[in-house]
């Protein structure tokens, strides 16, 4: 596993927020799917996955924001970005993935 990549949940009024902090790769990918898997979504609320602190992103964890996605569809909940890295925005907009997930600035635009 890649040091220093961690993950954080918390509860908000209208859903939950799950950061990333590190490198987000085929070496911690595992450990974004456990995070992700352990969460609880129910109809209508809001998934907000804060990239701020993401360094880098490689294919596989772009398959986990995929993951993380089809968890909110599959509870009828919505998810949003937060704070995605320029070379991630630019790697989800060139294999057609970037209208998968709206994107904000701030935590609070996310959820607002």
């Keep these: ?41 129910r109809r209508g609320e809001q998934l907000v996955v804060d990239l701020s602190a993401l360094t880098f992103c490689d294919s596989s964890g772009i398959s986990a924001l995929l993951a993380a996605r089809n968890l909110a569809l599959a509870a009828d909940a919505v998810i949003a970005l937060v704070g995605v890295p320029r070379q991630l925005q630019r790697s989800l907009k060139l294999i057609g993935l970037a209208a998968f997930f709206p994107a904000y600035a701030t935590i609070e635009d996310a959820l607002s």
């Design 1 to 41: 596993m890649t040091a220093g990549f961690t993950t954080a949940t918390r509860t908000e009024a209208d859903g939950t927020v799950l950061a990333f902090t590190g490198e987000l790769d085929a070496a911690t990918a595992p450990t974004a799917l456990t995070a992700i898997q352990a969460l609880t979504l």
